[in-house]
C-alpha cells in the first residue's frame, strides 16, 4: 500500500516538474494568431447569443403575460403560440419510420437523389419538363446558406470576375456569403422606407442601367428582412427585362410557403422565370417550411441547356464540394424524402406548412390592431402588408435598443421582427414596448 502511494506520489511529482519545464518553441507556435482580433458580431445569430446571455430571471416566461418578460424576436425560427419550438407532426413520423435503419454510411457527394428529386419538383412543378428532360444540375446543399455558397463559388470558379447584384437591403448573411466567394457586389434599389413597399421603379432601373448578362440575387419569396414582394405582374416585368438583357437569376427560396401558406404559389416567382425560358439557378432550404434549421438540409440547382451539359454542371458542383464538406448529411435528407416520397405524409406537411403562415398572418393582425387600440400616432398597415416570417417595423436603431435595455425584447438593429415568435401572449406585451419607444417620435 505505502509502495503504491509513493509511486502515485513520484509519479505526480514527476507530472509537475514536466510541466514547469519550459517547453522550447511552443511561444513561437502559438504566436501567429495573436493578432487575430474579435471577429463582428452577427446582426442576427449575434443579438440571439445576447438574448441567451440575459440574465433576467424572467427570460423563461416568454409567451406568459407579464410585464417583464423578454422576447427573442431575433431569427426567423417558427415558435407555437406558446412560444414553443415546433417539430411538426410529419416530421415526428417520418423519423419514427427511418427509425432503426441499418444505413448510416456516406451519402454520394451530391447527396441524397431522391431528396434532390422531390425537391426540384417544388421549385420546378411537378410536372416540370426540365425535369423529365434531365436539365437540372442540382446536388444537396448544407440547408440554404451553403446552396447559396456553393453557387457562389461555381460562379468564382467557372465566370471569373463577374459580379453579384444584391439588394438593398437583403439578408445580412448575402454579404458575406458572396464576399468570402471572392465575388465583387453590385446593390440594387428593393425598399421604399417612405411607402415601406417595393421601390418597383429603382429595381427596373438598376436593372436596365446593369451590364448586358449580370448575375442578380432575388428572393423568391417572403424578401428578407422586408417582408415585400414585387406583385405577379412586376415578375412578369421583371423577367422580360432580365430577357431583354440576357442577366442570370439566382433565386433564394428561403421560405417557400411562408408566403402564402402554400408552397406551390410561392414558387410563382419562379416559375415565370422558367415559363420565359431562362436559364436559372435556386437555393432552396428545408430550415423554416419542415422546421429543420439544425438538421441542415437543402438544395442548388441550376437549369441548364440540355441533359449533357446538367451532367457536366453537377460534376463540377460535387467537385466544389467534396473539398470542402465531401458530402452531405444524411439524417434530414431521409426526412425530407420519407416526407415528399408519400403523398399522405406530403399532405400533412402542406397542412402544417399553412397553418405556420396562418398563425403569424393573425399575429400581424393582432399586433397592428393592438397599436393602433393603444392611440399609436403612427401608421403600422406596412405590418399587415408585408407577408413571411418578418415584419420590418421601421423602428430605429436606437428604438431597438431601448426595447431590448428597457423591455428585454430582442431583435435585429434594422428593426426586423421575427413574427414566428410573436403570440397570443406576448403581443400586448410587444405592441405596448413599441408604442412606449415610437409614440413620441
Ligand atoms: N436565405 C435567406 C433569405 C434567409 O433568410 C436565410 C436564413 C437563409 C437563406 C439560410 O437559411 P438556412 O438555415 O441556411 O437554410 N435566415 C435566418 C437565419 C439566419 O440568419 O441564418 C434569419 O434571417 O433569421
Given amino acids: 500500500m505505502a509502495m503504491m502511494a509513493r509511486t502515485i ?16 518553441g511552443l511561444r513561437s507556435m502559438s504566436s501567429w494568431w495573436k493578432n487575430v482580433e474579435p471577429a463582428p458580431k452577427d446582426p442576427i445569430l449575434g443579438v440571439t447569443e ?37 417539430v411538426l407532426d410529419c416530421v415526428r413520423e417520418a423519423e419514427r419510420r427511418i427509425a432503426g435503419t441499418s444505413f448510416m454510411e456516406y451519402l454520394p457527394m451530391g447527396g441524397s437523389v431522391k431528396m434532390v428529386e422531390e425537391t426540384l419538383k417544388l421549385a420546378y412543378g411537378d410536372n416540370s419538363e426540365f425535369i423529365k428532360d434531365k436539365r437540372i444540375a442540382a446536388v444537396q446543399s448544407l440547408s440554404g446558406t451553403g446552396a447559396c455558397r456553393l ?60 451590364p448586358e448578362g449580370s448575375f442578380f440575387l432575388l428572393h423568391a419569396c417572403a424578401h428578407n428582412p422586408t417582408g415585400v ?12 427585362l432580365f430577357k431583354a438583357k440576357n442577366h442570370f437569376a439566382f433565386f433564394d427560396m428561403a421560405y417557400q410557403g411562408f408566403a402564402s401558406g402554400d408552397p406551390a404559389r410561392d ?30 438540409v437543402g438544395c442548388l440547382s441550376v437549369l441548364c441547356e440540355n441533359e449533357k451539359q446538367a451532367v457536366t454542371v453537377k460534376s463540377q458542383l460535387q467537385q466544389l464540394a467534396r473539398p470542402m464538406y465531401s458530402n452531405p448529411p444524411l439524417h434530414g435528407a431521409q426526412i425530407v424524402s420519407t416526407i415528399l416520397g408519400d403523398p399522405e405524409l406530403k399532405s400533412l406537411w402542406l397542412k402544417e406548412v399553412k397553418i405556420m403562415a396562418d398563425r403569424i398572418i393573425g399575429m400581424r393582425t393582432t399586433l397592428r390592431e393592438s397599436l393602433e387600440k393603444l392611440g399609436s400616432p403612427l401608421s403600422w398597415e406596412h405590418v399587415t402588408k408585408q407577408i413571411g416570417m418578418f415584419c420590418y417595423s421601421g423602428l430605429t436603431p436606437e428604438q431597438v435598443d431601448r426595447l431590448t435595455s428597457e423591455y428585454h425584447i430582442y ?8 413574427m414566428a415568435g410573436v403570440t397570443t401572449g406576448n403581443v400586448g406585451y410587444l405592441a405596448n414596448a413599441i408604442h412606449e419607444v415610437t409614440k413620441s417620435s
Fill in 411 to 418: 431583435m435585429t438593429r434594422n428593426g426586423r421582427i421575427s
Fill in 151 to 210: 453557387f457562389a463559388d461555381f460562379q468564382t470558379r467557372f465566370n471569373p470576375g463577374s459580379q453579384i447584384y444584391i439588394p438593398v437591403p437583403t439578408w445580412s448573411n448575402h454579404h458575406n456569403i458572396w464576399r468570402d466567394a471572392q465575388v465583387p457586389q453590385k446593390t440594387y434599389h428593393y425598399y421604399h422606407p417612405e411607402t415601406k413597399g417595393l421601390d418597383f421603379k429603382g429595381l427596373m432601373d438598376d436593372v436596365k442601367n446593369a
Fill in 229 to 240: 414582394d414585387p406583385t405577379e405582374e412586376q415578375w412578369r416585368e421583371i423577367s422580360q
Fill in 50 to 86: 445576447a438574448f441567451l446571455a440575459d440574465p433576467s430571471p424572467d427570460k423563461v416566461n416568454v409567451g406568459v403575460v407579464s410585464l417583464s418578460l423578454s422576447l427573442d424576436l431575433t431569427d426567423g425560427a417558427y415558435r407555437d403560440d406558446n412560444g414553443k419550438p415546433v
Fill in 267 to 296: 414558387a410563382k416567382s419562379i416559375r415565370i422565370f422558367l415559363e420565359d425560358g431562362h436559364h436559372i439557378g435556386i437555393s432552396q432550404s428545408y430550415a423554416k417550411n419542415m422546421g429543420l434549421y439544425g438538421q441542415r
Fill in 9 to 24: 506520489r513520484n509519479s505526480a511529482s514527476r507530472r509537475t516538474m514536466m510541466m514547469s519545464r519550459p517547453i522550447f
